[in-house]
DNA sequence: ACAATAGTGTCTCTTAGACAATATCGA
DNA sequence: TCGATATTGTCTAAGAGACACTATTGT
């Protein structure tokens, strides 16, 4: 007996109202019908190549996102998760910029603060802790943020995603520096954010070789 | 049809003749009987109570080790790995010292150098690769070579083994600060490294309280 | 005493952060 | 012109690496 119900969960997470915040689904069947849950679902081996895909069909069915962002988070497995017994699911995390969730996320997606959500079915607060965790781990050394973002925005913007995600204010001259050592921005010449009563801001954006869900310049600081 | 033929595979690595290597043992069923592969095996839902104890028991009962350091390295999973269909395992990767290879470790267990093994079954290849991918980065900024080490070693046993895991030179009075500050070393009093024809060598090992499989210092360089 | 490596003090250079000057917008 | 924020230059402080000196062993 070594098969095994396996399911993937996806934590789609952006940033708004100043915090990270998942997106949550009313499950429809049981067990907890009707109780806010991560979006997840069978792996259908028919039907997807890895579970990866699996990730990807499930997040882009049941909550309208195709995320230019998506990397296994870790398998969360065992006796005690679910209440119909030993079960296996390989979750994944998603950032989208809040931008995408306004205009591709479907009605039944609903957005509750990452820190702070308790009493979700399963094991589903320690899945969205463990993202959190990772991503603000991620975001202390790499330019995972910029997912976070749309597909163009000025330097302040992107230091004020770090900041909310890092929980502290960062010097803007060394901020530009880290970025900058990244190599991975390009200005959109000629594109100024306007508007404010003051100096207009350079917008920015990937650039190409950077746009897919490439690997991410991991450890940035130490890439010389 | 969600019930998938899952498993769980370790790379069990260890530091011999100056490099990485890692555990292979010869497959007794088909596929590939008789060829080298990971120590790896199905989950047993009955016995055990979540992936990482399946990993546990696996590598006790076909290697002999009881590591004290395990950790989840990630899912593979797809259509493609294995001859039989769509499979998915869970891998989990050991840091052992070679002498508890040497003293605990199965005959029919051996060593292969983990940069340059080639051709093995399924995706063992790329999942070693993985591993040493995850070890190497680690290292960099991590305390997690202290468990390649036995129960006691000197600070200049462990540079050798930073500088092998990192394939550089590290400078000694910095090595010894960023050891300092991780704050998980004690020396073993009055005990020396004596042998050489010059000054011994304090002898440390872990402090208590690192002891078993804890969690490491995470980005240590920034914990101040 | 000498060779060899362990352990430590200190200097320098690199890098991150503070400060501040300049630039450019809307009102 | 003024207020506000963007952008850039530069000084300073903290941290990493280079160098060198002292310590302790076996021969």
Redesign the interface.
Known sequence: ???????VDVILLTLKDGGLQAALLRRDHEPYAGVLALPGG?????ED???EAAAERVLRDKTGIVSPYLE?L??F???GRDPR??S?S?CYYALVPPALIESAGRAEMSLHPADTVRGLPFDHTRIIAAAVERVR?KS??SSLPVYLCGETFTLPQLQAVYETLLGEPLNKVSFRRKIAEFGILEPVKGALATGGAHRPAQIYRLKQRFRKNLSLT??GL?TG
Request: charged residues 20%.
């Open positions: 007996m070594s098969d095994i119900v396996s399911t069978y792996i259908h081996p028919e190549a890895d579970a296994q870790a398998t497995s065992g006796r017994g030993w296996l390989v781990n202390s050394y991991d450890r130490n």
